[in-house]
């Protein structure tokens, strides 16, 4: 089940960054692109996590 939720928090995370980037490209200011950078180097560490949490299941 929390491999469930680490899989979860990722993909809102990656949704965050997606929206995040969009509003840069808008026009909205820089600092949603540093916004997309730092949640883009969160859902690393986060898939990272997961595939640690799904090797030590197995």
């Known amino acids: 089940m929390s491999y469930l ?3 979860a928090a990722g ?4 949704i965050g960054a997606i929206i995040s ?3 840069f490209f808008k026009g909205f200011g ?3 692109l540093v916004l997309t950078i730092v949640m883009l180097i ?4 986060i898939f990272d ?5 799904f ?3 197995s």
Request: hydrophobic share 65%.
């Open 5 to 7: 939720a680490i899989l």
């Open 11 to 14: 993909v809102f995370f990656l």
């Open 21 to 23: 980037l969009f509003m």
């Open 30 to 32: 820089k600092s949603y």
């Open 42 to 45: 969160l859902v690393y560490f």
């Open 49 to 53: 996590l997961s595939g640690s949490a």
């Open 55 to 57: 090797n030590s299941l």
